[in-house]
């Protein structure tokens, strides 16, 4: 193989084509039918060439840029994470318009090729996958392709997955949008103006609960989150109702000074079933600063430590960007942080430091499609709506509303309705944020998964 050229031109149609392996940049580059038309088109610029036939990612797709085209022959070894045992191949015609691409399925005799496999001793996710037709492993895939798992290759991946409520495990309860930091990115959109949510009212909660109590004795965990928890008036009260009711109560903060006035009430709390989650974005000021601002680390630090010397262990939820800094760096980096302001918290169990996707980059599947939900809830994959609901207070409007999970405040097809019982049907996987972060992103608001 060392001795086969790199690249070899053809001429097809009146057409020049660069047949290469991954992309004219670099041979191993994977380049999927999800990315942009620039990215591609800039990889047929380097060729000087016409189109570009490449391989490598194993999942056929032609794409046509005004006179360029791209074209990803399939693999004919494996298949293409479309839930079929079908392999793939091209085969390029010319024409008087230039050239006819047409990819194909090849079906051939799959249970013997995985059993010489076996026999073999190959590795059984392998043969596995030449059975199912889905890949051991998805995390080349971008969203959008690991959406369409389990889809046929020439049918269009619908965001048509549904999940029922199972168990309402966890429910949520947004406190107020009122914040005060405006952080880059905010899911929410949370800042000292906004109060698109209202205050979460005593009596709010207490309706909500005193429903939950008759119609899921299964829940076992309230959380509070915002905006920032803190700043809403009746925040002690609303505390204090919830575990007076026997739940476990989780709230999300960002340590600042807002909690740094319910101190008090905090330390009061300790021994009983609070827990406080710090929103802590980074292991370095400057990284931290970039999201919250540029007086928000030492605030944070100072507040981690006050709960600290109340008697509490906080958890720390983190942002994460693998393009940027893969998982072991971004965990190593915090417990050095934690080791140097003597923390006990362990950054290598995701329990007590929880990091989350970014939820702002482009190019995001649409949403799950039922095959894709169906083939990779076996292997772990999970949605928060499977377990929780959020309950909010609209600004102007009289009753709280129930909406699918904490990702999704603003968005009417999100609406369930205004009691328990109505918010207790099936959910759409169909928002970038239901990919992104929960099925594919593996994250969760809740305290464990």
């Known amino acids: ?60 797709f032609t794409r046509r840029i005004g006179e360029l085209v791209w074209h990803n022959a399939g693999a004919i070894g494996m298949p293409a994470n479309d839930g079929t045992p079908r392999c793939w191949y091209s085969i390029v015609t010319p024409t008087d318009a230039g050239l006819e691409i047409g990819l194909h399925a090849l079906d051939y005799d799959y249970r013997a090729a995985a059993a010489s496999m076996r026999r073999a001793g190959l590795p059984e996710e392998y043969a596995d996958t030449l059975e199912s037709g889905i890949w051991p492993n998805l995390d080349i895939l971008p969203h959008a392709e690991r959406a369409a798992t389990a889809t046929r290759l020439e049918q269009r ?95 999300l903060t960002n340590a600042m000074t807002p909690m740094r006035h319910h101190m008090a009430a905090i330390a009061g709390w300790r021994g009983r079933d609070l827990h406080l989650r710090v929103s802590l974005d ?4 400057a990284g931290h600063a970039a999201l919250r601002g540029p007086r928000a680390w030492g605030p944070a630090l100072e507040g981690i430590g006050a709960l600290f010397a109340s008697g509490f262990q906080p958890s720390i939820a983190a942002r994460f960007d693998p393009a940027v800094e893969d998982e072991a760096a971004t965990r190593a980096g915090f417990a050095r942080l934690f080791a140097a302001q003597g923390w006990e918290i362990d950054a290598f169990d995701p329990e007590h430091l929880v990091l989350f996707p970014e939820m702002d980059v482009p190019a995001a599947a649409a949403g799950v499609s039922a095959a894709a939900w169906a083939a990779l809830r076996p292997r772990g994959a999970d949605a928060m709506c499977r377990t929780s609901r959020m309950v909010v207070q609209r600004r102007g409007e009289a009753a709280l509303s129930i909406v699918a999970c904490t990702l999704l405040p603003y968005e009417a097809r999100f609406d369930l309705g205004g009691t328990l019982e109505e918010a207790s049907r099936a959910v759409t996987l169909d928002h970038p944020h239901c990919a992104r972060f929960c099925v594919f992103g593996a994250s969760s608001c809740m305290s464990a998964r």
């Open 1 to 60: 193989m060392a001795a086969l050229p790199r690249r070899i031109d053809l001429v097809i149609g009146g057409r020049r084509i660069a047949v290469v392996h991954g992309a004219p940049s670099r041979i191993n580059r994977f380049l999927f039918a999800s990315d942009p038309d620039l990215v591609l088109a800039g990889e047929i610029g380097i060729t000087g060439c016409d189109g570009v036939i490449a391989g490598h990612c194993g999942i056929g």
């Open 157 to 251: 991946p619908a965001a048509d997955a549904r999940v029922a409520l199972e168990a309402l495990e966890t429910l949520w309860f947004n406190t107020g949008t009122l914040c005060n930091l405006a952080c880059e990115g905010c899911y929410i959109e949370s800042s000292p103006r906004n109060d698109r949510l209202g205050w979460l009212r005593l009596e709010g909660l207490r309706r909500v609960l005193d429903e939950a109590a008759d119609r899921h004795p299964e829940l076992r965990e309230i959380g509070l989150t915002g905006g920032e928890p803190f700043m809403n008036p009746e925040i002690e009260a609303l505390i204090g109702l919830a575990l007076d009711r026997g739940y476990r109560v989780l709230v």
């Open 282 to 285: 980074h292991h370095t000021e």
